[in-house]
């Protein structure tokens, strides 16, 4: 009874490790599937984030992009107007020179057209009346004189305003010296303007002199 037992026990230890054997294959293609889907899975979630990471990287650029652009616009615009100063000192400072020029041969003049002082008369008493009176008739004319010749659209008879300075205000609006003098209020923003002009705080009280 023994020996016929133990054939029976070798065939299904056979059996048992044929059966193992395929439950292991199949348990090792199972896993081997599910490694496969989850490769898959993984693809598929690192695309979108690949996608999105390099759609960040493109924004990034361009902003990079805008940003250097508009520094660089804002640079020239700096350097655009530190240059508009520079050419409006160096006007202002070419106006002072024509200014103080044009003093001097008002002076010139003044100076020539002065007449030379009467001789006194000791003889003579009643002579001395003549002289008088036609110093005074000619200082009349002199003064009426004075206030026809006063042209106000000249611009440059305002002290501190010259040649360019008269230009730039008459495109402005300003064609009056009585602008300057007496200023209104759509006036008063015309000449804000100049503000950067050498002597503007005085134009006002300079232009009522030549008034």
Do not use: C, W, Y
């Not at 599937?33 to 990034?60: G, I, N």
């Not at 400072?93 to 057209?113: M, P, R």
């Amino acid at each position: 009874m023994a020996k016929k037992s133990k054939p029976s026990i070798d065939a299904i230890v056979k059996s048992v490790n044929k059966e193992f054997d395929k439950a292991s294959n199949q348990i090792e293609n199972l896993i081997n599937d599910a490694l496969k889907q989850l490769d898959q899975l993984q693809t598929q979630v690192q695309e979108p984030v690949r996608k999105l990471l390099k759609e960040v990287e493109e924004l990034r650029e361009r902003e990079i992009g805008r940003f250097n652009d508009e520094l660089e616009r804002r640079m020239n615009d700096f350097h655009e107007l530190q240059a508009s100063l520079l050419d409006k000192l160096g006007l202002a400072s070419k106006e002072v020179e024509t200014d103080v020029k044009k003093a001097a041969k008002t002076t010139v003049k003044k100076v020539k057209s002065t007449p030379p002082p009467a001789k006194p008369v000791t003889k003579k008493p009643a002579a001395k009346k003549a002289p008088a009176k036609k110093t005074a008739a000619a200082k009349k004319p002199a003064a009426k004189k004075t206030a026809k010749s006063v042209d106000k659209s000249d611009l440059t008879l305002v002290k501190g305003i010259g040649p360019a300075t008269a230009k730039k205000m008459k495109e402005a609006g300003i064609t009056s010296i009585e602008q300057i003098a007496n200023p209104n209020d759509a006036d008063k923003k015309k000449l804000e303007s100049f503000k950067s002009v050498k002597g503007f705080d005085n134009f006002s009280s300079e232009a009522k002199k030549v008034l």
